[in-house]
């Protein structure tokens, strides 16, 4: 009798002792401050690109802020399809984010049947960090001293006019379709496996034109390689300041420009959302940041959620008439 009362105080003692155990991790977790750990910061590119090099100056100022590592992922793949799926199905807990560049969200899902993610409604949004604008560099050698110049040739040489993009789908390739259609012209595209082969073979004379982001194609402009012929943003680009713009150049509708953002998994905690739009803004406020990214072509553009998902909208409106126009589609 007596060792079976001692049986159940010792229970009880234990259960007590688990209980409180319990209790107090819970107590913990619940007091943890966002972020606790480092931060993954998935990219849907290679390393050494533009989206890459992009995000590890990113990452790099939002690890201060945060005070605490932020580590570039690269899941490269299905022009950043990839990364988005990993991102949309990883744990909502502001540990895993997506550093994105916008023709993932507004072009990769009108033109791959593959895509097995929604971009409207398959992410928590924190906001957009930075618009960038393509650039239409022609051969050195063509006769067309403007952008009219050369839709006037292609309207004279139907097919004799060829574009080069760095696949079926990339923003440059649905950049030069959108010139094309505006213009009313017929223009040949020669998709390549990547900018670096497309821009060797505009040097060369093989093609006449590809559309390029700035900051990867001021060093061929600089280096007489290839000319600019009009930026593809609103106003004239900052790194390129007299280059004129598509407008300017008899293409008053034509004034689009690509971004990066960060989003999260679906279901993002809001404290933890709020945490990173604040996080970002004071990136946003680094003139070191502000000084680094502008070099770069880059035009900073640090805003919250909502202006990042209308963007998001808007955009499929826009290369979805062009996609659909153009009869793009990839399996």
Known sequence: MHTNRMTRTMVRMVASALGAACMAVAAGAAAETYPARPIKLIVGYTPGGPVDTAARIYADYLGKVLKQPVVVDNRAGASGAIAADLTAKAAPDGYTLYFVASPTMTMTPLIQKSV????????????????YTNVLLINKDFPAKDVGELVEYARKHPERVAFGSAGIGASNHLSAELLAQMSGVKMLHVPYKGNAPAMA?????KITF???ITGTAIGHIQGGKVRALAVT???????????PTMVESGLKDYAVTGWYALVGPLKLPADVTDTLVKAQKAVGDDPAFQQRMTQGGY???ITGPKPLQDRIKRELELWGGVVKTAKIQVE
């Open 233 to 243: 943003s609103k106003g004239r680009n900052a790194a390129l300041p007299a280059v």
């Open 299 to 301: 035009d900073l553009n």
């Open 201 to 205: 073979d505009v040097m060369s004379g």
């Open 116 to 131: 097995n993610f929604n971009p409207t409604k398959d992410f928590s949004y924190v906001g957009l960090i930075t618009d």
């Open 210 to 212: 590809m559309f390029d």
